[in-house]
């Protein structure tokens, strides 16, 4: 079933981002294009972006809202975990793929992707961000270090979404470990 906001200009938003192969559904668009409203963010940092669908959505949703804003897109770009795991581990290139998303949906010159873990990519990180979303790898060890490296670097107010809590236990328990 849809679900709908009642903000009219998200109708435009999750069109865009709805034709993006990936997983973020409309239920997470929703709640996350609510806190963008209310919290107009400079700049979202994305750990996990595959093949840009979450990608396109926070960067349309910039635009919508008419916030100067930017979108940092952090991923290896290796494969997802599931698509991994039935290759025996294989990497998978997604990056060509990503960049094809984003431009097809013309949001390109709103995101600087970093083409890096998001532990290698917090070493160098000094800019200040207010929204924060946790997509990585769905493992224990990789959600805590997302959580431990990245939330301190939240402005004070920020916001951290960590995604896919409710589909693996690994997930939540990471998130339930974090000091």
């Known amino acids: ?24 559904d409309e239920i997470n668009a929703v709640a996350c294009f609510k806190v963008l409203a209310e919290l107009k963010p400079r700049r979202i940092v994305e750990i996990g972006s595959y093949m840009g669908r979450s990608t396109v959505f926070f960067a349309a949703s910039l635009q919508a809202l008419g916030t ?8 290896p770009h290796t494969g997802d975990r599931q698509q991994r795991e039935g290759f025996n581990g294989l990497e998978i290139p997604t990056y060509d793929m990503f960049r094809t998303q984003i431009q097809l949906a013309g949001v390109e010159q709103l995101i600087d992707p970093i083409v890096a873990t998001s532990s290698e990519a917090v070493k160098e990180w000094t800019e200040p961000f207010e929204f924060l979303y946790v997509d990585g790898w769905h493992g224990y060890d990789a959600v805590l270090a997302d959580g431990r490296e990245w939330v301190p670097k939240l402005v004070e107010g920020g916001v951290v979404v960590f995604d896919d809590a409710l589909r693996y236990d690994e997930v939540r328990r990471a998130i339930a470990d974090l000091d």
């Open 1 to 24: 079933s849809k679900v709908r906001d009642d903000d009219s200009r998200f109708d435009a938003v999750w069109s865009l981002a709805n034709g993006v192969p990936g997983w973020f």
């Open 68 to 75: 100067k804003g930017r979108v940092t897109a952090i991923d």
